[in-house]
């Protein structure tokens, strides 16, 4: 538990549409003075962390402070109709030679903010290009069949899935693990690799982005077709390319 009575925090949030900046700071004090200062959307949530401070800290004031920077760019700003007109006939029963429309221009909800939001069937299909840009992949590299499809997108909350620092785009940051036949050469494999990564540049994701791992699995030990050992049947197809 920290208890020195002075110091300083910052750490800044960059998140997709918006960018948060938190600090805290403690100044001498024999008691716990804890102050925090949080916007409306992340009000309820003031209570947990007062609790997380108190349980780091044992004395001194400390001062919070949450602030959110806004760094969307597709948003459109239309008038709320229904809520002037409301206004409007409302403040038209209290006096009607004033320039209602001014006052009513004004007030609360007058205007919103529309932000256009992600089609899911878009996305949809997204993720089925994704997983298609690694399947033709490993036909054309390593001669599987077109119809040898085992192809598993697993997509992760940015939060719970660390990348590099040094990346620009975290959110796009992609690994892929591959199971396959033992017998490939090197440039079968180098060519792999180079196709997954041309392929999938046309969904926005960074060269630098993907990180690929091989794991070689001897035909004897898959078990495949119904129950029989990869190395006794006829895959059709020649694994040592």
Known sequence: MIQS????????????TKKISLEIKSLNSKNLDI???FPGVYKEK?????????NNLVRGKVDMSFYIESTAVETSTKINKEVVANYIKQLEEIHKETDILSIAMRLPDVLKTE???????????IEKGIMEAVHSALVECFKI????RNVRLLVHKPHRFECPPDRNKPDFYTHISIDCFSGRSVDAKRALYKTIVDN??????????VKIILREISAENWGIRGGFAACDIDLGFEVNV
């Open 115 to 125: 932000r256009e939001e992600l089609d899911p069937e878009e996305w949809a299909d």
């Open 5 to 16: 009575m002075t110091g300083y925090g910052k750490s800044i949030i960059q998140l997709e």
């Open 145 to 148: 069949l077109p119809g040898d």
């Open 200 to 209: 999938l540049f046309q969904f926005g994701i960074p060269n630098n982005h």
């Open 35 to 37: 102050n925090t200062r």
């Open 46 to 54: 003031e209570i947990n962390v007062r609790k997380l401070i108190a």
